[in-house]
């Protein structure tokens, strides 16, 4: 049975730093670009940061640029999303997601249905 597991989320002051992780198990997630989200309460479901299955191409929402770093390690079929200089604006579920396999990584940031999702970590920054 295919898994996605975030861990990491947590309280943290405005100005700190968390970083996200998101295993795979179930089958290797090495072929597969990988996309972060975030839900905020009472709104839409919103694109954080992407990586392609290579690592070697990576996208950020515009809010985020500059402060938040996506990495994956296959190896360890894991997809990572360093947050520094969180705001109260970044409080959210944040949720991972795994496109299919060799999907173009243009096409992976224009989706917002994918068939692997995980169930979510809070991230609650206090200002």
Do not use: H
């Not at 002051?13 to 670009?33: E, T, V």
Request: glycine share 10%.
């Amino acid at each position: 049975q295919v898994q996605l597991v975030e861990s990491g989320g947590g309280l943290v002051q405005a100005g700190g730093s968390l970083r996200l992780s998101c295993a795979a198990s179930g089958r290797p997630f090495s072929r597969s670009n990988m996309v972060w989200f975030r839900q905020a309460p009472g709104k839409e479901r919103d694109f954080v940061a992407a990586i392609s299955w290579s690592g070697g191409s990576t996208n950020y929402a515009d809010s985020v640029k500059g402060r938040f770093t996506v990495s994956r390690d296959n190896a360890k079929n894991t997809v990572y999303l360093q947050m520094n200089s969180l705001k109260p604006e970044d409080t959210a579920v944040y949720f991972c997601a795994a496109d299919t396999e060799w999907s173009p990584f243009r096409a992976s940031l224009s989706r917002t249905k994918f068939n692997y999702w995980g169930q979510g970590t809070q991230v609650t920054v206090s200002s």
